[in-house]
C-alpha cells in the first residue's frame, strides 16, 4: 500500500509542480540567467517547500492548517512583497554576468532560500495536500504514518523530478539558442511578469473575497 501511495504521490508532486505561476517564473528565470545549478536550487526550494505542506496534510495536523488558513491574508502579504521585490531587483540585473562577482554556492542559498519562503508563503496550498492525502486514503491515525511518509516522499520526488527535467531543457535553450541580448530581452520579460505577479498578490488581499 505504501508503494501505491510513493508512486501516485510522485505524480501528484509533478502535476502540483507543473503550472507555471510566479514561482515557476523565477525558476525558469533563474535557470536562464544563472544555469542549471542556479534553477535547480530554485526547484528544490519549491520541492522542500511542497513536502513540508505534504507532511502538514498527510499526518494530519489540523491545528497547523487551520492556522495557516487563519492567517491566509498575511502570508499573501508578505510572499506579494517578496515576489514584487524579486522582480524589481530583476530589472536591474545584466545577465548572464551580473552574478559572476557572488559566490556559486551563495547564489545557490539564496536562490533556494527565497524559492522555498515564496512557496511557503501560499497557505492556500495546504488546502490541496489536505484533498489529496484523502483522496490516496491517508488520514490522521497514528497507523498511517507509513502512508503520510510515503506520500510526502512521492510530492518531494515528483516536484524535484519536475524541475530536474524542467530546468535541464531550459539549461540546453540558453546554451544553444540564446544569444546575451536575448538573454537580456528573457531577463526584463520575466521580470516584468514576476513584479505583476507580486503586485496582483498584494492587489488579492485587499480587493479579494
Not at 49 to 63: K, N, Q, T
Request: net charge positive.
Amino acid at each position: 500500500m505504501a508503494m501505491i501511495t510513493l508512486l501516485n504521490s510522485i505524480l501528484i508532486g509533478a502535476a502540483i509542480a507543473a503550472p507555471i505561476g510566479p514561482i515557476g517564473m523565477l525558476c525558469i528565470r533563474s535557470t536562464l540567467v544563472g544555469g542549471w545549478k542556479k534553477g535547480l536550487a530554485a526547484g528544490l526550494g519549491v520541492a522542500t517547500a511542497d513536502a513540508i505542506y505534504a507532511a502538514v496534510a498527510g499526518f494530519g495536523m489540523h491545528v497547523i492548517s487551520s492556522q495557516l488558513i487563519r492567517f491566509e491574508d498575511g502570508f499573501r502579504m508578505i510572499g506579494g512583497l517578496l515576489i514584487l521585490v524579486l522582480g524589481l531587483v530583476g530589472f536591474r540585473r545584466k545577465p548572464p554576468f551580473a552574478d559572476r562577482d557572488i559566490p556559486g554556492q551563495t547564489r545557490q542559498l539564496f536562490t533556494f532560500g527565497s524559492t522555498f519562503l515564496l512557496t511557503l508563503a501560499n497557505p492556500m496550498t495546504v488546502i490541496s495536500f489536505a484533498a489529496l492525502s484523502a483522496g490516496l486514503g491517508i488520514d490522521s491515525l497514528p497507523g498511517s504514518s507509513e502512508g503520510a511518509s510515503a506520500f510526502t516522499t512521492g510530492i518531494f520526488l515528483g516536484s524535484a523530478l519536475w524541475w530536474i527535467l524542467l530546468c535541464t531543457a531550459i539549461n540546453q535553450l540558453r546554451l544553444r539558442l540564446l544569444t546575451p541580448a536575448a538573454l537580456r530581452a528573457v531577463n526584463l520579460i520575466s521580470a516584468t511578469l514576476i513584479t505583476g505577479f507580486g503586485v496582483w498578490f498584494l492587489i488579492s488581499v485587499f480587493f479579494g473575497p
